[in-house]
C-alpha cells in the first residue's frame, strides 16, 4: 500500500537533509510503526506521504498514486489525525466534521457516529474553540475517520490522553485494522507502538536504523531473562536469572524444583531499550 524508496527531503534545499535516503515499504492490512525522538524525520517523512510536502528527491507511492505527480483522488483513500490539533474554533464539533465531509468523493461516516465512538457526542454542539487539547485531538481523530479511509496516517494518537481516552482510541485502531485499513503510525512512544504494530521502523537523524517486528527485535537485542521472588529462611527475596546463561539457568531449575517460588515472570527489553542500545540515544 505505500513504497518507499531513495526518499530525501532538504526545507532549506541544500544538503542540509531532515530525511536521508529513506527506503521500506508497508503491506495491505498492516500497522506500521515510524518511530524515533522529536526531530528524527517522522513528521517529514509523513509529510510527503500525506501530500503536505513536495517530493523532491527519490520514489513514493502511496495506495498505486504516484507521488511525483500528486492526484486528487488519492485523498478520498487516506486519512490523517495530526498531532497537533487543527479544527475551526468557529465552528461546532460536528459542524467541523460536516464541513470535512463535504471534501469527499466517497461516501462518509455519520459525524455523530465519530463524535460518540470518540466520546464527544455530548460536546457535538459546543464550537471547538471551547474544547482543551485532549478534546481537540479526538476530534481530528475522529475527522480522520470520515471518508472510511483505506490507508490511516496517525500522528502520536494517544499523546496527552489520559488513560481511559488512549484505551479507547487504541481499541478504535485495532478494530478499523481488523476490517483492513492499512495504518501508518508516527510516534515516539515505543509503548504504544509495542501494543499495536505488526513492524516498526527505527528512524534517528532522518535515516532507517533498522525495520522489524517488535517481537523480533526484542529476540534479537533483548535479554532473555526471568524476574522471580522467593522465600528463603523466611525472607522474600527477589532474583533475575538469564535463561542464556547455563549456570543461572540451573539455578532456577533447582529453585523452581524447590517450591519456594512465590512469583515468577519473564522480562523482556522494552522498544526503547533497544531503540537506545542500537542509536546509542533517547527518544525525547
Known amino acids: 500500500m505505500i513504497k518507499v524508496n531513495g526518499l530525501w527531503h532538504s526545507y532549506s534545499k541544500d544538503n542540509i537533509y531532515a530525511v536521508k535516503n529513506v527506503t521500506f515499504g508497508v503491506e495491505k492490512g498492516e500497522i506500521f510503526g515510524f518511530l524515533g525522538p522529536s526531530g528524527a524525520g517522522k513528521s517529514t517523512t509523513q509529510g ?11 520514489e513514493v507511492y502511496v495506495g498505486g498514486y504516484d507521488l511525483k505527480k500528486p492526484c486528487d483522488d488519492m485523498f478520498n483513500i487516506i486519512g490523517v489525525s495530526f498531532e497537533q490539533p487543527n479544527v475551526y474554533g468557529k465552528l461546532t464539533a460536528v459542524e467541523n466534521l460536516e464541513f470535512f465531509a463535504r471534501l469527499y468523493d466517497v461516501p462518509v461516516n455519520d459525524p455523530m457516529h465519530l463524535l460518540k ?3 464527544l457526542e455530548n460536546d457535538a454542539k459546543k464550537k471547538a474553540s471551547e474544547f482543551s487539547k485532549g478534546m481537540k485531538q479526538r476530534l481530528v481523530f475522529a475527522r480522520s475517520m470520515l471518508n472510511n479511509p483505506e490507508i490511516w496516517f496517525l500522528d502520536e494518537p494517544t499523546a ?4 481511559a481516552t488512549a484505551g479507547r482510541i487504541k481499541e478504535i485502531i485495532r ?10 503510525l508516527t510516534t515516539h512512544n515505543m509503548y504504544v507502538a509495542d501494543e499495536l504494530c505488526d513492524r516498526v521502523a527505527f528512524i534517528n537523524d532522518g535515516e532507517i536504523v533498522l525495520i522489524d517486528s517488535p ?3 526484542k529476540l534479537k ?7 522471580v521472588e522467593y522465600r528463603e529462611e523466611g525472607e522474600l527475596i527477589k532474583e533475575t536469572f538469564s535463561i542464556t546463561d547455563d549456570n543461572e539457568r540451573q539455578k532456577l531449575t533447582r529453585l523452581i524444583a524447590s517450591g519456594n517460588i512465590e512469583t515468577m515472570h519473564t522480562k523482556e527489553a522494552t522498544l526503547e531499550e533497544i531503540f537506545i542500545k542500537v542509536t546509542g540515544r533517547g527518544l525525547k
Open 48 to 58: 510527503i506521504l500525506t501530500g503536505l510536502l513536495p517530493l523532491q528527491k527519490g
Open 117 to 119: 465512538m470518540v466520546g
Open 160 to 163: 496527552g490522553l489520559d488513560p
Open 175 to 184: 478494530d478499523r485494522n481488523k476490517k483492513g485499513t492499512t495504518i501508518f
Open 215 to 217: 517481537r523480533n527485535l
Open 221 to 227: 537485542y533483548g535479554d532473555r531473562l526471568v524476574e
